[in-house]
């Protein structure tokens, strides 16, 4: 692709995201539901390498699923994703009322009580559902900010679109690329703070090796390593669609700690946890597991990178 085409393509992506948060939040929300629900149906006929990735992704989750359930997975999988999608360009118009009343999450006093604790909170989730929304809801609801970050997008004018889009919503963003963000992640958790971290895909050499569903895939090390640098609760979070308007949620117990091993072997370990907690909240909810990447290490080619 050229550099023309490569820019043009980029403009049109920032434009359409832009269109996207600019008109659809001003649509009522039954015709919201519906276009975003139709465009989901579209795509999945077209069976593009999105929908065939998913599909793919989907196997292993439910190994004895039959290709007509695995389409039928995969269908209501593109309608999560879009409701993910639909629900986003429309937040930085809700009310905190609205925001409340979308969300539903139990267990919520492993949070509460490990905050009132001031040692620090990293909320780890996977791909599921809508993280933004759950986002939203703790700093609206909770009323407790927080910080994450965010994947250096092309072009910059989409990442800043992004970045303007959850800080609007009350998060703190940092970019993700460069070592500063790790640095001051570590701060706001020695504050007492509390940083949330979408952690169920690492394709980077630092990656952390993990059994997921049968097979061996990579998660971020960063969630383990800062809750063993600032002795911070590391805590999962599950979420989910249950046929209504409102998402529902889990937080788990903080992952145990080890008190011996190396630091690779306790991160090992801490990483596995999270990677099993995931799995059990993807098991029970595949459709709400927006991953339409791959992500399992012999899905990639020998260098160990997407194909």
């Keep these: 692709m050229s550099a023309g085409t490569s820019d043009l393509k980029g403009r049109l992506t920032d434009g359409l995201y832009g269109l996207g948060w600019g008109a659809v939040k001003r649509l009522p929300e039954p015709t919201a539901a519906r276009l975003f629900r139709t465009i989901a149906d579209q795509v999945w006929k077209r069976r593009g390498k999105s929908v065939l990735r998913l599909e793919s992704n989907l196997a292993r989750v439910v190994p004895d699923a039959s290709p007509e359930r695995l389409a039928e997975l995969s269908r209501a999988g593109m309608r999560s994703y879009m409701r993910y999608w639909m629900e986003s360009f429309r937040l930085p118009a809700w009310s905190p009322e609205r925001i409340k009343a979308g969300i539903d999450i139990a267990d919520v006093h492993h949070l509460t009580e490990g905050l009132d604790a001031g040692n620090g909170v990293i909320i780890a989730l996977p791909h599921l559902a809508n993280w933004d929304l759950a986002g ?110 409102v998402m529902r949620g889990r937080i788990h117990p903080a992952v145990e700690m080890p008190q011996e091993g190396t630091r690779a072997e306790r991160t090992s370990a801490m990483t596995q946890a999270l990677a099993d907690a995931f799995g059990g909240g993807i098991a029970e909810h595949p459709e709400d597991w927006h991953m339409l990447q791959r992500l399992w290490l012999d899905d990639l080619d020998p260098r160990g990178e997407p194909t």
Excluded at 142 to 171: I, K, N, Q, S
């Design 136 to 245: 939203a809801w703790v700093t609206t609801d909770l009323r407790v900010p927080f910080t994450t970050v965010a994947e250096r997008l092309e072009p910059a004018t989409l990442y800043d679109r992004f970045v303007a889009y959850r800080e609007g919503l009350g998060m703190e963003v940092l970019p993700h690329s460069g070592g500063a963000a790790f640095g001051t992640l570590a701060r706001r958790l020695r504050a007492g703070g509390l940083i949330c971290l979408v952690a169920d895909r690492d394709l980077s050499a630092s990656g952390v090796e993990v059994s997921f569903f049968g097979a061996t895939a990579r998660m971020p090390a960063g969630p383990a390593l800062l809750a063993q640098q600032t002795g911070a609760l590391l805590m999962p979070v599950t979420l989910w669609y249950d046929g209504t308007s």
